[in-house]
């Protein structure tokens, strides 16, 4: 072996990996708010649409084929646009599942915030997963 030569991850190392993935989970956390309100708006324009659907049917327009075909659609639209349906609900178990178990990093190294400014985290968020430091 060379002279100076390191069998595995150094302290700083590990140190930048907890801080990178301390840093993922805190852009976690922000998705989850960003999420949450775009959640909230889809779901509210989904029933705001499926109440004018409903005054729609009952309006005494005749029913034709083509609006028959046009209720259909309306109405997989919003489906679509609805985060509680059956086929978005997975999106809100993944982002629910997500917090369930945050990293237990220790605190912040000092320097932490000088390596978010220089920006030499983001090339170990692709590395950061929770407890792979734990195990590093």
């Not at 150094?10 to 922000?30: G, P, V, W």
């Not at 932490?112 to 968020?125: A, F, K, N, T, Y």
């Amino acid at each position: 072996m060379a002279r100076g030569a390191v069998d595995g991850p150094t302290e700083l190392d590990l140190a930048m990996r907890r801080a990178a993935e301390r840093l993922k989970y805190e852009r976690l956390i922000e998705a989850q708010a960003d999420y949450l309100e775009d959640a909230a708006h889809r779901w509210r324009q989904a029933n705001r649409l499926r109440h004018f659907l409903q005054a729609a049917r009952t309006c005494g327009l005749p029913e034709t084929d083509a609006l028959q075909a046009w209720f259909a659609w309306a109405h997989a639209r919003c489906e679509d646009l609805d985060p509680l349906s059956a086929a978005n609900r997975g999106d809100l178990q993944a982002y629910a599942a997500a917090l369930c178990a945050p990293p237990d990093l220790g605190p912040p190294d000092p320097e932490e915030p000088l390596w978010r400014d220089m920006g030499w985290l983001e090339p170990l968020l692709d590395d950061a997963s929770p407890g792979r430091s734990a195990q590093a």
